[in-house]
Structure formats: structure tokens, C-alpha cells
């Protein structure tokens, strides 16, 4: 069976705290992604990123780096966390739209983060 | 931008009957494609239906079926016969079929099926 993980599925840190989420997928996908999911916005996209080595922002960056070494690994990294990053965080993966056209998603089961 | 909204934060029906979402969505896109995900409480994001724009005809899949009306930018999710297990939220998410691939995702639903 086909799957994200991710590496915790609660986290509890301290305010300015240097946080590290971890994804793995093993579907061999290139494109992976992280979001926020909070009561009332949905699911948010902070990072994501094509291939090795590769990132783009989302729609809210700030606050956030990514790391993608390897094609399977996708790392969140909050630099100094707040307590306005409490929240529940996502990865997903997906195949490259050239290499696979049914579009389609695959997501961890989420790491509840709570920043205290 | 693409944005997706949602207009109901919480919906409640009973066993068995049938229930409807609704979802709107902005883009200046012509081809795209739309889709429902449904997240119970074991927080595991799963993929009920997708709808891909340029189809005309609307997806269904078992009890889950979609009104999709492209020029009113519309794409309502209908769940018939509604089970206890239907009971999560419900997202619907949008991705364009150029430049960043990326899911757009609405605000959610939360769906509770009473017995």
C-alpha cells in the first residue's frame, strides 16, 4: 500500500523552539507539498517542490523553510516557533503531471503541533 | 489567484437520508480539475470523487455523485443514503491543469450522519 508518513503525529515545542516536520513518501513521486489545516481556512499551502533540491512558496511561507535532499523526503522546518504556528500540518505527494495525468494526491495522516 | 469556498462550516442530516454540499470556485482557467476529499476523524485525507472541467458529464462514484455547472463555477457534492461512517469533513480542492501543481483547497464542511 502506497503511503506518506510522517515522522510524528503530535508534537508538543517550545516558543522559539527550531522544529523539525518530517514526510516520506514511497511512490517514487516528484512533487510533494506541505499545508496547515486550521479551523475555518482550510487547508493552506506553506511549501512545495518539484523535484530534489527544488522548493516554491505557498501562500504562507512565512515563518517556514522546506528541505528536499531526497526525492522521497520533505522536510518542514519552523526557524524559531511561535505560538501562532499551533496547528495541524499536512503533506501530501503527487506525480509529476507528465508522468501520470489522473492528478492525484496522496497525504500523510498529519502532525498536530502544538507550540507552547 | 484560484480560490475555492465553501458556505457551510457544519452540516448535520439524519442516517439514510441525502445531503448535499455545495462549493464554489473562481478561475480564469478553461481546463482544471475539481475534486472532494472527505477527512474522518482518524484524520486520513481521502479522495471521494474528482471532476475533471473539460468532462460534461458529472462524476459519480457509489452513494457520491457531483452537480458540476462550469459557467456558474459550481461543483456541489451529493452523498445518497447517507451511513454513520459518512460522518468528517469534507473538503473540496481544485487544481488548474498548468503552471504550479498545486491543490486549492475550501474552508470544509463537517458533516455529522446522526443515527
Known amino acids: 500500500d502506497v503511503k506518506v508518513t510522517q515522522s510524528s503525529r503530535y508534537l508538543v515545542k517550545r516558543t522559539g523552539e527550531k522544529v523539525f516536520l518530517e514526510c516520506v513518501q514511497d511512490m517514487d513521486h516528484e512533487n510533494m507539498f506541505w499545508y496547515r489545516q486550521d479551523p475555518g481556512l482550510g487547508l493552506r499551502l506553506i511549501y512545495f517542490?518539484?523535484?530534489?533540491?527544488?522548493?516554491e512558496k505557498g501562500d504562507i511561507p512565512e515563518g517556514y523553510s522546506v528541505s528536499r535532499e531526497k526525492k522521497e523526503r520533505f522536510s518542514l522546518i519552523l526557524e524559531s516557533a511561535s505560538t501562532n504556528q499551533t496547528s495541524m500540518y499536512l503533506c501530501?505527494?503527487?506525480?509529476?503531471?507528465?508522468?501520470?495525468?489522473?492528478?492525484?494526491?496522496?497525504f500523510g495522516s498529519g502532525t498536530r503541533l502544538t507550540v507552547v | 489567484a484560484q480560490t475555492v469556498t465553501q458556505s457551510q462550516p457544519e452540516m448535520s442530516v439524519q442516517e439514510a437520508e441525502t445531503v448535499t454540499l455545495s462549493c464554489t470556485y473562481d478561475?480564469?482557467?478553461?481546463?482544471?480539475?475539481l475534486f472532494w476529499y472527505k477527512q474522518p476523524p482518524s484524520r486520513q485525507m481521502i479522495l471521494v470523487i474528482r471532476q475533471e472541467a473539460y468532462k460534461q458529464q458529472n462524476a459519480t462514484e457509489n452513494r457520491f455523485s457531483v452537480n458540476f455547472q462550469k459557467a456558474a463555477k459550481s461543483f456541489s457534492l451529493k452523498i445518497s443514503d447517507s451511513q454513520l461512517g459518512d460522518t468528517a469533513m469534507y473538503f473540496c480542492?481544485?487544481?488548474?491543469?498548468?503552471?504550479?501543481?498545486?491543490?486549492?483547497f475550501g474552508q470544509g464542511t463537517r458533516l455529522t450522519i446522526n443515527p
Open positions: 501530501a505527494s503527487s506525480p509529476h503531471r507528465g508522468r501520470q495525468a489522473n492528478y492525484g494526491y496522496t
Open positions: 517542490s518539484y523535484d530534489v533540491k527544488m522548493k
Open positions: 478561475t480564469s482557467e478553461s481546463n482544471y480539475y
Open positions: 480542492a481544485f487544481t488548474d491543469t498548468q503552471g504550479a501543481q498545486k491543490l486549492v
